[in-house]
């Protein structure tokens, strides 16, 4: 028997292998994944009692449309191959599929969860749509029919508005850059609205509105932005994200531009409205001003003035019947006087001469030097006129009568 060295084995080993299992779907488990610097993929394949090395080199790698992860089922297509320098054998895979479901359906719910995470849904980040816009910018293939279905639509609903198209690759590997990048030089340029869409497809057609570069785009800019994408039962990653999702291209430009026609209706009856609301004021202050000047004529200086004038007449009136009056009583009692004052007169100095005859004839009667004053004398000491009662032995005292002075000292006392 000839002998081999081990690298001639294991050549011959590689040469059967390889042409014995050039094209194998294989079934099983993702594990021990590294995704290496350049681009290559590693990892084990494994069931409930046998594993697979693989690798995947960078030019597939790069077409994958999901995530590997730990634990998630896949088939494999590839071929095995060997590892010659450790004589290991793996399987070169070509593409992967997860088992169960396609990629793009993986993918979709594998970045949906992701960004779903980190916020870009959230409701309270949405922006608010200006009801009047006066410019918008429209990302779409302007080949295609939704940019005609748009146009067509704004041009019947609202033409006073400014519409840039950019023109953009709408399914295709390069598609997504090219929207993210038109999304990103819009908002810069202030617009109101940004639109971005295409018409209806496969998943493999929309697919470019599910890219993470778009999304990241559409999170991180200023503007507005609605996403009208493909039919009504269309989801796509966009439509999470942007701040409205419109169910078809035209349907956007019906939700985010005012009808003209409704527009007309409602300035109508604003401004029927706006003419029963002036009248109504204009009555009410109508009726205000008619009170006032009421008000004011019942209360003003002038008729203030005639009331006081009227008032100062009243009164200079009753003031003059007052005095004459008071002058004709006055006359009447100066008559009155007039001829009874002699009468008057006469009969006070009649009553004063009978009171002084009266009082003379008192006089003389009480005068010492009519009455008869044998034994009586007045009695005074210290030419103070004294009772005999206060006197007490030894007081000298006077004794006066009407022709005679003499003094006099107290001997006894006695009562009577």
């Known amino acids: ?23 194998v779907l294989v079934e099983g488990e993702l594990s021990r994944i590294t995704f290496h610097n350049s681009g290559h993929i590693y990892f084990t394949l494994k069931d409930s009692s046998s594993t697979l090395k693989a690798v995947m080199f960078r030019g597939n790698a790069s077409k994958l449309k999901f995530q ?32 169960g479901h396609g990629a793009l359906a993986l993918a979709y719910e594998q970045l949906k969860q992701k960004l779903s995470s980190q916020g870009y849904f959230e409701e309270s980040i949405k922006k608010q749509l200006p009801p009047f816009p006066r410019k918008i910018a429209l990302i ?36 997504a850059g090219a929207i993210a990048n038109a999304i990103i030089v819009s908002d810069t340029r202030y617009y109101d609205i940004i639109v971005i869409g295409r018409g209806g497809g496969s998943i493999e057609d929309l697919w470019a509105f599910n890219e993470e570069v778009v999304a990241d785009a559409i999170f991180r800019a200023k503007t507005p932005i609605v996403s009208a994408v493909g039919h009504e039962i269309d989801w796509v990653i966009s439509d999470f994200c942007a701040d409205l999702r419109a169910p ?19 300035l109508d009856s604003l401004q029927m409205q706006f003419s029963q609301t ?14 006032l000047y009421s008000s004011y004529s019942q209360h003003s200086i002038e008729k203030k003035l005639v009331q006081k004038n009227t008032e100062i007449k009243q009164l200079q009136g009753a003031y003059i019947q007052t005095i004459n009056f008071k002058l004709q009583t006055f006359s009447k009692e100066l008559e009155h006087i007039t001829i009874n004052y002699p009468n008057a007169i006469n009969a ?69």
């Not at 940019?147 to 400014?162: G, K, P």
């Not at 956007?252 to 005012?258: S, V």
């Open 140 to 175: 779409t293939s302007v080949t295609g029919a939704a940019v005609q279905d748009m146009l067509r639509v704004a041009n019947t609903r609202y033409r006073a508005i400014d519409i840039d198209l950019y023109d953009v690759l709408v399914q295709g590997d390069s598609a």
């Open 68 to 99: 590997l992860k730990e634990g998630l089922k896949v088939i494999l297509d590839g071929a095995i191959t060997l590892y010659k320098p450790r004589g290991e054998y793996q399987i070169n895979c070509f593409s992967i599929e997860p088992a």
């Open 248 to 266: 078809t291209p035209s349907a956007a430009m019906q939700m985010i531009l005012p009808d003209t026609n409704e527009l007309y209706q409602y």
């Open 348 to 416: 006070v100095i009649n009553v004063a001469q009978n009171q002084l005859n009266n009082l003379k004839n008192m006089l003389e009667s009480n005068n010492p030097k009519f009455k008869s004053k044998s034994g009586f004398a007045q009695i005074s000491q210290n030419n103070k006129v004294v009772d005999l009662s206060t006197l007490k032995i030894d007081d000298v005292f006077e004794a006066q009568s009407d022709t005679i002075n003499l003094s006099a000292k107290v001997i006894e006392i006695r009562n009577i």
């Open 1 to 23: 028997m000839h002998t081999l060295s081990v690298s001639a084995l294991n050549e011959q080993i590689k040469s059967l292998l390889e042409t014995s299992f050039n094209r």
């Open 278 to 291: 002036l009248s109504q004021k204009l009555f009410v202050k109508q009726q205000e001003l008619e009170h």
